[in-house]
């Protein structure tokens, strides 16, 4: 568990995979820019059986409030297998809790404790053009914008450009000081 200001980062705990499915099933709650993409409770919990969504080159980890209500999720991954670094996926589940910054410090955080945790020159957060909230959140998080990628995701009935942006190494606070600079 990582505790920042006003978020907590955890493993996910078996307990949890019904609530999580709860406030993801509504796909159209998800916003216009999240895939309409289903995971069922099957799915998530034979995800869950084979590692506890802790693996070394994919994980997930839970963000919650300070009273532990479910808040969203952030986890990395391996973007394409010849390139060193993890792209970060990033989500809020209810659209009442968007915009109160709890991203912006998960994000901040959660990038410290991977270049802690692993031999990373780089992470990149990929955000579909037009999603000015989430560009903001990596932004205020310290990543770069780099490019476009041009029409590369198929997603709610169109193709849709995919901005990228990046934080290095010597970019990124301590994880120490990502906790303690929390308020964004």
């Known amino acids: 568990m990582i505790e920042g200001r006003n978020i907590i980062l955890r493993a996910m705990r078996a307990g949890d995979i019904e609530p999580v499915c709860r406030l993801t099933e509504h796909v159209l709650e998800s916003g216009e820019y999240w895939p309409l993409r289903m995971v069922s409770e099957l799915q998530m919990r034979k995800k869950f059986e ?3 969504m802790l693996g070394d080159d994919e994980s997930m980890l839970l963000i919650t409030d300070k009273a532990g209500n479910i808040l969203g999720n952030i986890g990395f991954f391996k973007f394409m297998h010849y390139a060193e670094g993890y792209e970060i ?9 968007r915009g109160k910054g ?9 990038s410290a404790w991977l270049f802690e945790l692993k031999p990373l020159p780089r992470l ?3 955000v579909l053009e037009g999603n ?3 560009a903001r959140v990596a932004e205020k998080a ?4 780099e490019g476009t990628l ?5 997603s709610h009935g169109r193709y849709h ?10 970019e990124c606070p301590t994880l120490s000081e990502a906790i303690s600079n929390g308020n964004v």
């Open 50 to 52: 084979e590692n506890g």
């Open 89 to 97: 996926g990033y989500r809020i589940y209810a659209p009442q809790e």
């Open 102 to 110: 709890y991203m912006t410090e998960a994000l901040r955080i959660f």
């Open 124 to 126: 990149q957060v990929n």
């Open 132 to 134: 000015d909230a989430s």
């Open 142 to 145: 310290g990543y770069s914008y």
């Open 150 to 154: 041009r029409r590369l995701v198929f």
């Open 161 to 170: 450009n995919l901005r990228m942006y990046s934080l290095l190494r010597e």
